[in-house]
């Protein structure tokens, strides 16, 4: 006779439970990571910055997606953005990081609250849509804006004060390492509280069923408009730390590409878990340099099949992997049992 | 002055023919099996670079759309019988991404083959040249378009609303479950409509492919703009998807004539202002009609 115990229920809500269990050791491990590799990455410290900057990236999207469930290919407005407010901030007013990043961050959560304003009140598809057609807009304006932007040049001549007035961002980018570190480690600790907030549980809520939080009295639109912002704002400070750590802004970060591939790097880390962002950009990120050694598209053809695979075969991403394994070796094993 | 208005309605009419012709199969396969595809225009892609293979090493332009039609056809098929099948259980976010992968792949393929260059198809010479219509010379080509498209949105039409498929496929869209109790084979009339629809991309790819030139980068750029017609004219419904592309040709190669710079913001912040006022788009379908 067995009873059924919640206990014996397949783990629903994946990731938050997990991730809420995470020892301390957990905890240090990525960061612990990312300290050392500062003292031993030599030559392959700035793309370590940029690996620091696509997590961050991710986690908004993290934020946004995983947590609120808005299905959106838009992020790429909001890192775009905050890349060109940055880059033009630092041209044509101050060349002081500090200020420049706060202004980015400012003008994207601006942005991004007026656009979420307009937009969050449809779902699915036309929201989609929605998203796509405010990224659309954006990248024409910036690549035919050629005075303002530089077109499809990109936007030159980024002059970056030395940071606090003391740190110079250097070639070997020791400065800008540590700068996306401190931004990276500020935005995760806020993200940490902000999920396991009564906050983020109404998110949780939200995600899974709108219709049910409303009628228990939650404000869906302005919780949604809430998170869509700081998601708005944080993937504005990844693209400021872009701009200011390579003093370059490409037209390729309002590109509906750069939005495909921050999906991607959360997917394939493991959505719901903000340490997910962490594995999957960095996988990502490893990955596209190898390929790209192979051949300049096989990168693209890579991470293409890690999507199709991941989709498929890998629901909670690579940080699932070790249940995924465990719940294999178990099937093998109890079907050894009956023999 | 009129004869300018009507060349503009021409261009956008031949325009939005291309458009039709692409998305009439995503139409479909959104409205009935609710699958966001953002691969389908890599579907329209893989047929204008076959047609463009084959007329370029000499084959007849003709037999080359039909073999890029059925090349495309094949391929979306094989993709949903593999891949996309399992997503209709899945949510949104898992239909993207999935698609999204697909586009990457192909993508990748495409360059490593043909280069990352514009790719042309060799069109017969009288489709090059302009032919008299009266008021002014106007391209054959563009002629032959609204011709093709007039003639592929009447058989679909003819096909839907006549065929015994039509009427399966109606009622699938208003409930798979009772057309699955009462003994239709969902699935393979899935497959059915999967093929059929990719390969109308496949086709439209070849065919347009004077409007929408081909390169790698085709199958991102552009089906943004498939997606537009699918929605702006309401998932699943037919007639919408044909006005809305229609439409968007109209508005896209007006804003071209008057106001080039700004064509581009004028397309998407009309679709923008469009789906804020009617989110389930123009023609929300009853039914697929």
């Not at chain 1, 909001?78 to 961050?105: E, K, M, N, T």
């Not at chain 1, 024409?140 to 940071?163: C, F, H, R, W």
């Not at chain 1, 003093?247 to 495909?260: D, I, N």
């Not at chain 1, 693209?300 to 992997?321: N, S």
């Amino acid at each position: 006779m067995t009873t059924l115990t919640p206990k014996s229920l397949p783990a629903s809500g994946l990731g938050t439970m997990a991730a809420g269990q995470l020892s301390f050791v957990g905890h240090a491990l990525p960061w612990a990571i990312a300290v050392v590799f500062f003292f031993v990455a030599g030559g392959y410290l700035s793309f370590g910055t940029q690996v620091l900057i696509w997590i961050l990236f991710a986690l908004s999207l993290d934020l946004a997606l995983g947590y609120a469930g808005i299905v959106t290919l838009g992020q790429a407005a909001f890192f775009g953005l905050g890349a060109y407010a940055a880059g033009l901030f630092a041209i044509h007013a101050s060349s002081d990081p500090v200020v420049g990043h706060l202004v980015a961050v400012g003008v994207t959560a601006l942005f991004g609250f007026v656009t979420g304003a307009l937009i969050l009140h449809t779902t699915g598809v036309t929201f989609l849509m929605l998203t796509l057609a405010i990224v659309s807009i954006m990248f024409e304006y910036a690549n035919q804006a050629t005075k303002l932007t530089g077109g499809d040049d990109g936007l030159q001549g980024i002059n970056v004060a030395p940071l606090l007035g003391v740190f110079e961002f250097s070639i070997f980018g020791q400065t800008a390492y540590v700068y996306a570190l401190v931004v990276l480690f500020f935005w995760f600790v806020f993200s940490w509280r902000v999920v396991n907030s009564p906050f983020g549980r109404s998110l949780d809520g939200i995600r899974q069923k709108p219709a049910r939080m409303r009628a228990i009295g939650t404000p869906v639109w302005r919780r949604l408009l809430a998170i869509y912002t700081l998601s708005a704002a944080m993937a504005g400070s990844a693209g400021a730390l872009s701009a200011h750590s390579t003093s370059f802004v490409g037209l390729s970060v309002l590109s509906l590409v750069t939005s495909g591939v921050v999906a991607v790097i959360l997917i394939l880390g493991g959505i719901r878990r903000l340490y997910g962002a962490f594995v999957g950009a960095t996988i990502y990120l490893l990955v596209q340099d190898w390929s790209a050694k192979v051949s300049p598209y096989f990168w693209e053809f890579i991470v293409g099949l890690m999507l199709i695979a991941t989709v498929l075969f890998l629901e909670g991403g690579l940080m699932d992997l070790g249940r995924v394994g465990r719940n294999f070796l178990n099937r093998i094993r109890n079907r050894a049992d009956v023999k | 002055m009129l004869s300018f208005a009507l060349t503009i309605l021409l261009d956008g009419i031949s325009y939005g023919m291309v458009l039709f012709i692409i998305s009439v199969g995503l139409t479909v396969t959104m409205g009935l099996m609710r699958v966001i595809n953002l691969a389908h225009g890599a579907f329209a892609m893989i047929g204008g670079y076959v047609a463009g293979y084959l007329t370029q090493h000499g084959f007849e332009f003709y037999l080359a759309l039909v073999l890029a039609t059925l090349v495309s056809g094949f391929l979306g098929g094989l993709c949903e019988m593999t891949v996309i099948r399992p997503l209709y259980r899945k949510g949104e976010l898992a239909q993207v991404l999935l698609t999204i992968g697909i586009v990457f792949v192909v993508t990748a393929l495409i360059t490593e083959i043909f280069g990352a260059f514009p790719y042309r198809v060799e069109f017969p010479t009288y489709l090059t040249q302009p032919v008299d219509i009266g008021f002014r010379t106007y391209p054959a080509y563009r002629l032959f378009l609204i011709l093709v498209g007039g003639l592929i949105a009447l058989i679909l039409w003819l096909l839907i609303e006549g065929s015994l498929y039509g009427a399966k496929l109606r009622a699938a869209v208003d409930n798979a479950g009772m057309a699955r109790a009462v003994g239709m084979n969902v699935n393979l009339l899935f497959t059915a409509t999967f093929i059929i629809g990719t390969a109308f991309a496949g086709l439209g790819g070849a065919i347009g492919s004077g409007i929408l030139s081909l390169e790698p980068s085709y199958a991102l750029k552009y089906v943004v703009l498939f997606l537009v017609v699918v929605i702006v004219g309401g998932e699943g419904s037919f007639k919408g998807s044909f006005v809305a592309a229609m439409a968007l040709g109209i508005i896209d190669t007006t804003g071209k004539y008057f106001v080039a710079a700004a064509a581009p913001y004028l397309l998407y912040g009309a679709v923008f202002v469009l789906l804020l006022w009617r989110p389930q788009g123009i023609l929300p379908p009853k039914s697929l009609a």
